[in-house]
């Protein structure tokens, strides 16, 4: 029993060098949450359309493609902990940029620095947060970059109502410039910090790696074990004691890691692709973008125009979903990942229909009506609080724990990819889609797409307190995802 309660319980080390990694995550959900009420004013000082708005606010996201595609790749050359100070680089430049704001070019320029960033952030902090986990608590250590960034939300849209009692030239400047401070500290902070103890395997530093793993460990016997695992994984003798093992370069450096995982994968790792891909478009088709950035303007329309109560609104979507992440955090290693994303999908379609009922309401009458704000910023809440205990969370620790080490990076950066592209979609259409229809159908639009997103999560394998290296047992054996991709053949004749 003794045994049992040292290895749950919470590493001190592991979760201090976890959480300083998740600032990265904390300083883009910032600016996530402080751009839904600064385009509000950038459009008024700057007087410009809101075509040119859609764009400025899928420019980060756009951006944040090719960032994301060699993030991988970049965390696999030089290691997870120098990669999170490049994209601190970034949010410190593209920051600035912002805050200085003198024109709607350099908006776009500075927007599309902090985008390169947010691409590094979201595949490194993931990877690195799962890299340094002990298994029994992989769940809530994975989970600290979601949380984080649901904090950088709060914390946006609390600059967004304080702010906005300045002048509206300063008002928004001094919303977005604000992470210039925390992403200066970050770099220096993550000067400090531990190298994630598997990329030191790849790179045939097993000393250093072990020497990391009795840091972020309980047990001298569990650090011992992992370091076995991630040896044998990365194809290096189990038994061999010497501190520098040489490895083949493209191991060190994850050259030919994306083309073996399209071409030459084991039908378990292509399930494990199809998972982790499809979560993070379900993610983000879901809806759950446009909605956080544009909604001051859903609640516009149910006839709330004072701004003050517009960026109070927004706050309370903020509470939600670090409330309910939080609560997340402590759910994922006690009832699993499977559970929590059917329960969060099931509330999530329930809240947008009423959304969509709600609103289609207050667009065909002639009234106001006065019930429809409260009921709108309810459901609005509820759907934040449902997506962020669990879509939201799951889809991120999922797709980084199941993809096996060789793949992890390069493969969780193209699922980023993948991410950035639907959200680039969803954010410079959302404006479009609802004067084309109405507000009320984008929502029923939505709940469709998470209804079929619930039958894809039903699919899914549970991963709770399983060894990284395991995973690709789990999928072989247990998965009950059947999915195959037919163009499997074609693609290996392409490949060649």
């Not at 947008?352 to 009506?369: A, D, N, R, T, Y």
Request: charged content about 15%; overall charge positive; proline content about 3%.
């Amino acid at each position: 029993m003794e045994n049992e309660d040292t290895h749950r319980k919470l590493n001190n080390y592991a979760c201090a060098s976890v959480l300083a990694a998740s600032t990265v995550s904390a300083i883009f959900g910032y600016v996530s949450g402080v751009m839904s009420g600064a385009l509000i004013f950038i459009q008024e000082d700057l007087e410009i359309s809101d075509f040119e708005i859609q764009i400025l606010a899928g420019m980060l996201h756009l951006c944040a493609l090719p960032s994301s595609l060699v993030a991988g790749r970049t965390s696999d050359y030089i290691g997870r902990r120098y990669t999170i100070i490049l994209a601190s680089f970034a949010f410190l430049l593209g920051t600035v940029l912002m805050g200085y704001g003198a024109s709607y070019l350099i908006l776009m320029i500075g927007n599309c620095i902090l985008g390169i960033g947010v691409g590094f952030a979201l595949v490194v902090a993931s990877v690195y947060s799962a890299e340094i986990s002990p298994p029994s608590s992989r769940g809530f250590f994975t989970s600290l970059p979601q949380v984080s960034l649901n904090i950088g939300l709060l914390l946006g849209y609390m600059a967004n109502y304080f702010f906005e009692k300045l002048s509206l030239r300063l008002g928004w400047r001094m919303m977005v410039a604000v992470p210039s401070i925390p992403s200066l500290v970050l770099i220096i902070l993550m000067l400090k910090l531990v190298e994630s103890p598997r990329w030191l395997v790849m790179q045939g530093r097993v000393g250093e790696a072990r020497k990391v793993l009795l840091l972020v460990s309980n047990t001298k016997e569990e650090a011992e074990h992992r370091l076995r695992e991630i040896k044998g994984v990365v194809g290096i003798d189990e038994n061999c004691t010497q501190d520098t093992v040489e490895v083949p370069k493209k191991t060190r450096s994850g050259e030919g890691a994306l083309k073996e995982l399209f071409c030459n994968a084991s039908p378990s790792v292509r399930r494990m692709l199809i998972a982790a891909i499809g979560l993070h478009l379900f993610l983000r088709i879901g809806g759950s973008g446009g909605i956080y950035l544009y909604s001051p303007r859903v609640f516009q329309r149910t006839g709330i125009t004072n701004k003050s109560k517009l960026m109070l609104a927004t706050v309370g979507m903020g509470v939600s979903k670090v409330v309910s992440s939080l609560t997340s955090m402590f759910l994922l290693d006690k009832f699993g990942r499977r559970i929590l994303l059917l329960i969060s999908a099931t509330g999530v379609v329930v809240s947008l229909l009423g959304l969509g009922f709600c609103l289609s309401i207050v667009e065909h009458s002639k009234e106001k009506l006065v019930w429809a704000s409260s009921f709108t910023i309810i459901l609005t809440y509820f759907f934040v609080g449902f997506m962020s205990i669990g879509i939201g969370p799951v889809t991120w620790v999922y797709s980084s724990e199941i993809l096996p080490l060789r793949f992890r990076a390069q493969g969780l950066g193209l699922c980023v990819v993948l991410n950035r592209i639907t959200t680039v979609i969803v954010v410079t259409s959302f404006i479009s889609i609802y004067k084309a229809t109405t507000m009320g159908g984008i929502f029923f639009l939505f709940a469709a797409i998470n209804a079929f997103a619930l039958w894809f999560y039903y699919t899914l394998p549970e991963t709770k307190g399983r060894l990284l290296e395991d995973m690709e047992t789990i999928f072989e054996k247990n998965s009950k995802l059947e999915i195959q991709m037919k163009p499997h053949t074609n693609l290996r004749l392409l490949c060649r």
